[in-house]
C-alpha cells in the first residue's frame, strides 16, 4: 500500500484507535460502567450516558456483515488497488469495523465468512487494520 494514502484526522476521543493500531493491536473504548463496546469512538456510553471507559483489547475476530467493491473512479492514491474490497466486519464483541478483506478475490467475498485482523503497516507509525480470513485446521482425533 503507497504511503501517500490519505489518513484519517482523529480528534482526541478517536486517536488512541489509531495508536493501538500503530502497535498492530486491536482495542476498542468500553464502557467502564456497564462495560458496553462504544465504536465509533464516542465521549459518552450509548447505553447509560457514561463518560468513563477504558480502551480493551478485543480478540479481532469476526464475521462479514456486509461488502462492496470498489471500482473507479476512485482518489489517486488508490488508482492501483481498483477493483478492490470495502468489507464490514461484526466482531465477536458486537461492534461494526469498516475495512478490506486481503488474500480474497472479489469474486468469492460472501457474508458470513469468518475473518481475523491483521495490520498493514502504511508508514512510520501509522497502520491500518485489515482483515484476512481465518484459517481454521481439523483437529485430528
Ligand atoms: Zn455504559
Redesign the pocket.
Known amino acids: 500500500m503507497p504511503a501517500d494514502v490519505p489518513r484519517p484526522v482523529p480528534g482526541p476521543v478517536e486517536a488512541p484507535f489509531w495508536e493501538w493500531c500503530a502497535r498492530h493491536e486491536l482495542r476498542l473504548p468500553r ?1 467502564a ?2 462495560a ?1 463496546f462504544r465504536f465509533p469512538p464516542r465521549p459518552r ?1 450509548h ?2 450516558r ?1 463518560a468513563a471507559y477504558t480502551w480493551e483489547p478485543v480478540a479481532g475476530t469476526g464475521t462479514v456483515a456486509s461488502y462492496t467493491v470498489i471500482s473507479p473512479p476512485v482518489l489517486p492514491a488508490f488508482a492501483d488497488r481498483v477493483p478492490y474490497n470495502a468489507v464490514v466486519v461484526e466482531l465477536d464483541e458486537g461492534p461494526f469495523l469498516v475495512s478490506n478483506l486481503l488474500d480474497v478475490a472479489n469474486e468469492d467475498l460472501a457474508t458470513g465468512m469468518r475473518v481475523e485482523v491483521t495490520f498493514v503497516d502504511v508508514a512510520d507509525g501509522f497502520a491500518l487494520h485489515q482483515f484476512r480470513p481465518v484459517v481454521t485446521t481439523e483437529a485430528a482425533t
Open positions: 464502557c460502567d456497564c458496553t456510553c447505553v447509560c457514561s
